[in-house]
C-alpha cells in the first residue's frame, strides 16, 4: 500500500502537496500525520466529497510498502508514523522546498527542491507528465503557493512559483475562495492573544539589529499562533518578530525576519523547533514565559550576524568644499566630478553644512556666481558615526527625505552613505543591475562614468588610471579600459582588473607606462600585448587594438593591428565589448558600438555575430557562467546558436586544456551557481561532450546542497591554499563510473597534483567515510586518516561526511593536525641510532601516542624512542 503523508499541524502547502502526490500516484491513500490547523479545517469540511482521506486509525500499517512524504523531510514531524521511517520494506520518497537540515530523512530517494512551496515542486512534475488539472485543484494547489510565499512576498519565493500560480490561474484557480481561506478572520481567542502580545512587545537591538519580542500567556490553548505573528508583524511592520505564548505549561514560539542577519531556523533549531531562514515555531516544553523569554535572548546574541554599519558601506575618503569656496567653482568641480552634493567644512576641517545642485542652481539664476557656499548650503546637519546600524541610517534617509548621510569621526568627515549604498546593503547588488530612471542610460554620460568609477574603484587604482590617461596624453595614444571591468562597473560588481586596449603601438606605450610607474614590461610581439607588474604585484594586461580571424573552427585567432571598434567586435559577447576612454580630456567615455548597455538592462548575454560560437566554442561554457553569476538568460537567437554548435559536434574540436580553463571557472564561482551551470550545461546539450555519461542527477543535486550548506566552513578548515573549484568539480564528477574520473583528469590535462586532489576526494573521501562511520578510532587513527588527505580532499569529506565526521574534521584541524613531536631525528641519533628510515617510524609512534594522550612531555617521549630504539637495535 503506498499512504500519502504530510507533517503535523497541516497547513495549506501541506495539504495542496498531498492533493498533488495523489496525481502522480493515484492508488495512494491520504493520512493526515497530526492536527489540522483550523482554516485548512474548514477548507476540508467545505470540500468533503471531494477529497478522500483515510482515518490514521483505519490504516493497516503492517500493509504499507510505500511512503510519500511532502512538505516535509523529518520523520519527527510524521507524528504517529514516524517509527515507519527506516522500517524493512518500506520506500521513502520525499517531496519538499525547505533547506536540508540535520534532522532529515536518510536513505530516501529525495525529489525536493528549494523554491517557495512544495505544491510548486510537484506541479513542476504533473506539467511536465501532461497531466490535467481541475478548476478545483488549481485552487486548491494556488491557496499552497499562496500560503507559503506570502502571496509572493516572501524571500524565499522563486519565479517558478510565480510562473506556476500564472498556470494555476490559466486552469481556472477561483481567486475568491483563496482570499476566503488565505486570511481567515482572528476568533475571539486569537484576538485576545494578539493584544496581550501587542501589550507584551518590547525591542532590543542585538549587534545592531532591531529585534521585535512579544510575550503573552493565555489560561486557554490557541491555535494560529503562526497566523497571529504574521498579522502582528505586518500590522506594527517588523524586520524581526519572536512571540512567545504560554499555554497549558508549554511555550510556543514563533519566529519571523526579513533581514538575512537573523536565520529564523538556526535560532528555533536550538530549541527544537524548525523551519526556514525566513519563518519557523518551536514548543518549549517545561519552561515558564521568562525562561522562553530568556532563551530566546540568549540565541538571539549568540545567533544573529551583525548589522551592517555605515562604516562598512559608506564612499570615502570624501571630496568636501570650503565655507568660502565660490560658488561657480563649487558648479565647475561638481560637472567635472559628476556629484550632486558636497559636504561643507571649515577651515579645521569640522563638517559644518551640505551644498547640493539645487542651491547651486538658484545661487546662480541670481547672479550670486561669485558669493561663497556658505550663504547656501543646507545647516540643518544630519550625520552618523561610523557605527551606526543600517536600520538607523534608512531610518534617517526615509524620515527626513535625503539622498546621503555623511559619516563624521570626531566632527570630521570620513566618508559618506548614499541611497544606493543602503539599497545594495539591504536588497544586494542584483537589486540596482537594471538601469533607472526609463528613456535613459545611467553610465552614458562622462560625469556618471567617473563617478562610478570615484565610488567603486579603491583610491589607488583611480590614482592608477589618472597616471595612465597622462601619459597617454602626453605620448599621443588613444587608450582604453575594456573587457570585465566595464561590465561590472555598469553592474556594480567588484572588479578590480585592468585590461588596456591601445590603438597604436601597444608594447611601445606599456615601456613608456613601465618607466612612469618604476614597473616591470613582460611583452609578446607575436601578438602585440604586454603585461606591466607594478612593485607592488599588480598586473596591467596592455594590448595593441587588434583583430582576429579564425582559419577554421575551434582555431586559435590569427591577429592583426585594427581600431578600438574592431578590437571590441572580437570580444565574445556585448556586454564585454564595451570600453571606457583614458586619455586626456576622453577620460571616462564610454564606448557601446554593439549594444552591450541595452544587453546589461535586458538582462541576457548575446553574441556579437552568427559564427561567434563555431569560431571559439568554450564562449559556450563562458555564456553559461555569465548567466548565472549576473542572473541573465542567453538572448534567444544566441542560445539557438549555442545548441546548434553542440549539434555540430564542434565542442569536441576543442583543445582540452581550453575546456579545462573554461570548467575551472565556472567551479571557482560562490554556490550555487555551479550547480545551475552544470544544469544549463545539459539543457543546452552540452554537458555530454564532456564525458558521454555525465548526466545531473538527484545525487548530484544533494551533493551539491551540501556543499552550499557546508562548503565555506569546509574551505576555512582547509586552508588558504585550497583550491576551491575542486569540490564543486568533484560533485559532478562522482556521476562517472569506475575509473573514468582518472581517465578524464589525465585527458583534460589537469597539473598532477590537482589530479590527485581530484582522485582522492573520489577515493579516498568516501572510504574514510565508512571507515569513521563505523565507530570512533583513537586520534592517532584519525589522523592516519585525514594527514595523507589533500586540503580539497579533506574539504569534501567535511561537506559529505555527517555532523559526526564534521565534528572530528573540526577537531583534527584545531587540535590534532599540527601536532608534532617534541623530540627529533637528532634525539634519536643521541640515543645511538644510525640514521635509517627507521626515524620516520619511531617518530611516527611517538607522534601517535601523544594524539591519543599517552606521553606528554618530552621527557616521556625519550623514554618512549629509547624502547623503541632498543626494539630496533634487536631487530
Known amino acids: 500500500m503506498d499512504v500519502i503523508l504530510g507533517h503535523v499541524n497541516v497547513d495549506f502547502d501541506a495539504l495542496a502537496s498531498m492533493a498533488a502526490a495523489k496525481k502522480l500516484y493515484p492508488e495512494a491513500v491520504m493520512v493526515f500525520a497530526g492536527a489540522v490547523n483550523r482554516n485548512v479545517r474548514e477548507f476540508i469540511a467545505l470540500h468533503g466529497d471531494v477529497l478522500e482521506f483515510m482515518e490514521p486509525r483505519a490504516l493497516d500499517v503492517e500493509a504499507v510498502t510505500r511512503l510519500i512524504v511532502v512538505d516535509n523531510r523529518?520523520?519527527?514531524?510524521?507524528?504517529?508514523?514516524?517509527?515507519?521511517?527506516?522500517?524493512?520494506?518500506?520506500?521513502?520518497?520525499?517531496?519538499?522546498?525547505?533547506?536540508?537540515?540535520?534532522?532529515?530523512?536518510?536513505?530516501?530517494?529525495?525529489?525536493?527542491?528549494?523554491?517557495?512551496?512544495?505544491?510548486?515542486?510537484?506541479?513542476?512534475?504533473?506539467?511536465?507528465?501532461?497531466?490535467?488539472?481541475t478548476p478545483f485543484e488549481a485552487t486548491l494547489f494556488a491557496l499552497g503557493i499562496h500560503e507559503d510565499t506570502g502571496s509572493l512576498t516572501f524571500a524565499g519565493t522563486t519565479h517558478e512559483d510565480a510562473e506556476t500560480l500564472s498556470y494555476l490561474m490559466r486552469q481556472g484557480a477561483n481567486l475568491g475562495v483563496i482570499m476566503h481561506f488565505l486570511s481567515p478572520p482572528l476568533t475571539s481567542l486569537q484576538h485576545e492573544l494578539m493584544k496581550r502580545l501587542l501589550t507584551g512587545l518590547e525591542f532590543i537591538r542585538v549587534k545592531g539589529v532591531l529585534v521585535a519580542v512579544a510575550t503573552a500567556g493565555m489560561e486557554e490553548y490557541v491555535e494560529g499562533a503562526s497566523l497571529i505573528a504574521g498579522k502582528l508583524a505586518e500590522l506594527e511592520n517588523l524586520d524581526v518578530l519572536f512571540t512567545l505564548s504560554e499555554m497549558h505549561g508549554r511555550v510556543v514560539v514563533v519566529g519571523l525576519s526579513r533581514l538575512d542577519?537573523?536565520?529564523?531556523?538556526?535560532?528555533?533549531?536550538?530549541?527544537?523547533?524548525?523551519?526556514?531562514?525566513?519563518?519557523?515555531?518551536?514548543v518549549m516544553k517545561g519552561f515558564t514565559l521568562e525562561r522562553a523569554r530568556s532563551r530566546v535572548i540568549e540565541l538571539l546574541e549568540e545567533k544573529v550576524r551583525p548589522l551592517v554599519t555605515a562604516g562598512q558601506i559608506m564612499s570615502g575618503p570624501v571630496k568636501t568644499l570650503t565655507e568660502e569656496t565660490p560658488i561657480i567653482e563649487a558648479s565647475r568641480r561638481m560637472e567635472r566630478t559628476g556629484h550632486t552634493a558636497f559636504p561643507v567644512v571649515d577651515e579645521s576641517g569640522t563638517l559644518t553644512g551640505i551644498i547640493s545642485r539645487k542651491d547651486l542652481d538658484k545661487a546662480g539664476h541670481h547672479g550670486l556666481g561669485h558669493a561663497p557656499v556658505k550663504g547656501f548650503m543646507s545647516r540643518n546637519l544630519i550625520s552618523v558615526d561610523e557605527k551606526a546600524p543600517l536600520q538607523e541610517i534608512q531610518a534617517l534617509m526615509t524620515g527626513n527625505a535625503i539622498g546621503r548621510v555623511p559619516v563624521v569621526r570626531d566632527g570630521r568627515v570620513i566618508g559618506i552613505v548614499t541611497r544606493k549604498d543602503v539599497i545594495r546593503a539591504l536588497h544586494g547588488?542584483?537589486?540596482?543591475?537594471?538601469?533607472?530612471?526609463?528613456?535613459?542610460v545611467p553610465g552614458y554620460k562622462r560625469a556618471e562614468i567617473i563617478e562610478l568609477m570615484q565610488r567603486a574603484l579603491p583610491g589607488e587604482m583611480q590614482a592608477l588610471l589618472r597616471n595612465i590617461s597622462r601619459t597617454a596624453e602626453a605620448g599621443g595614444y588613444n587608450v582604453?579600459?575594456?573587457?570585465g571591468v566595464v561590465r561590472d562597473l555598469l553592474l556594480g560588481f567588484p572588479n578590480l582588473d585592468l585590461d588596456l586596449v591601445v590603438e597604436g603601438e601597444g608594447i611601445e606605450f606599456a615601456r613608456l607606462l613601465a618607466r612612469e610607474l618604476k614597473a616591470r614590461v613582460r611583452s609578446h610581439r607575436k601578438f602585440g600585448t604586454a603585461v606591466i607588474i607594478l612593485p607592488n604585484g599588480r598586473r596591467i594586461d596592455v594590448a595593441t587594438a587588434r583583430t582576429e580571424f579564425y582559419e577554421y573552427p575551434a582555431a586559435l585567432p590569427t591577429v592583426e593591428i585594427s581600431s578600438v571598434k574592431q578590437d571590441l567586435y572580437r570580444r565574445d559577447f556585448t556586454i564585454n565589448a564595451m570600453a571606457i576612454a583614458l586619455s586626456g580630456e576622453r577620460f571616462g567615455e564610454l564606448l557601446d558600438f554593439f549594444g552591450g548597455l541595452r544587453d546589461l538592462q535586458r538582462r541576457q548575454v548575446r553574441i556579437l555575430h552568427n559564427l561567434s560560437f563555431v569560431e571559439d566554442p568554450t564562449r559556450i561554457f563562458r555564456a553559461v557562467r555569465f548567466e548565472q553569476r549576473y542572473g541573465f538568460q542567453l538572448e534567444t537567437q544566441t542560445e539557438m546558436l549555442a545548441r546548434r554548435a553542440v549539434e555540430m559536434e564542434i565542442v569536441g574540436k576543442l583543445t582540452n586544456a581550453r575546456v579545462r580553463d573554461e570548467l575551472i571557472d565556472i567551479f571557482s564561482e560562490p554556490q550555487p551557481l555551479p550547480l545551475r551551470a552544470v544544469e544549463r550545461l545539459q539543457d543546452l546539450g552540452a554537458l555530454r561532450t564532456l564525458h558521454h555519461e555525465l548526466c545531473v542527477s538527484q545525487a548530484m543535486r544533494g551533493r551539491y546542497r551540501m556543499l552550499e550548506r557546508h562548503g565555506e566552513k569546509a574551505a576555512e578548515l582547509a586552508g588558504e591554499g585550497m583550491k576551491r573549484w575542486v569540490p564543486p568539480l568533484v560533485a559532478m564528477l562522482e556521476e562517472?563510473?569506475?575509473?573514468?574520473?582518472?581517465?578524464?583528469?589525465?585527458?583534460?590535462?589537469?597539473?598532477?597534483?590537482?589530479?590527485?586532489?581530484?582522485?582522492?576526494c573520489l577515493g579516498r573521501v568516501p572510504e574514510t567515510i565508512r571507515a569513521l562511520s563505523t565507530e570512533m578510532p583513537p586520534p592517532s587513527r584519525i589522523a592516519g586518516f585525514l594527514d595523507p588527505l589533500a586540503g580539497e580532499a579533506l574539504a569534501y569529506l567535511y561537506v559529505l561526511g555527517g555532523p559526526g565526521i564534521r565534528d572530528v574534521v573540526e577537531l583534527y584541524v584545531n587540535k590534532w593536525k599540527y601536532m608534532e613531536t617534541e623530540i627529533d631525528g637528532n634525539d634519536l641519533a643521541g640515543l645511538g641510532l644510525a640514521p635509517s628510515r627507521i626515524y620516520a617510524e619511531i617518530l611516527g609512534a611517538v607522534r601517535d601516542a601523544r594524539l591519543d594522550g599517552e606521553v606528554e612531555s618530552r621527557e616521556e617521549e625519550l623514554e618512549m624512542a629509547r624502547r623503541l630504539v632498543k626494539k630496533a637495535k634487536k631487530g
Not at 582604453?480 to 573587457?483: A, I
Open 429 to 440: 547588488a542584483d537589486y540596482l543591475r537594471g538601469f533607472a530612471p526609463p528613456g535613459r
Open 736 to 760: 562517472l563510473p569506475g575509473r573514468e574520473a582518472e581517465k578524464w583528469c589525465h585527458l583534460m590535462r589537469f597539473k598532477r597534483e590537482d589530479t590527485q586532489a581530484i582522485l582522492q
Open 480 to 483: 582604453f579600459l575594456v573587457g
Open 74 to 133: 523529518i520523520a519527527e514531524r510524521l507524528g504517529e508514523f514516524r517509527d515507519l521511517v527506516g522500517r524493512p520494506g518500506i520506500e521513502v520518497f520525499v517531496y519538499d522546498h525547505h533547506p536540508p537540515s540535520p534532522q532529515d530523512m536518510v536513505g530516501v530517494k529525495d525529489h525536493s527542491e528549494q523554491l517557495g512551496a512544495t505544491t510548486t515542486v510537484l506541479l513542476k512534475i504533473i506539467r511536465r507528465k501532461g497531466i490535467a488539472v
Open 261 to 282: 542577519q537573523v536565520n529564523v531556523d538556526e535560532i528555533l533549531y536550538a530549541m527544537g523547533g524548525g523551519g526556514h531562514a525566513k519563518a519557523g515555531s518551536a
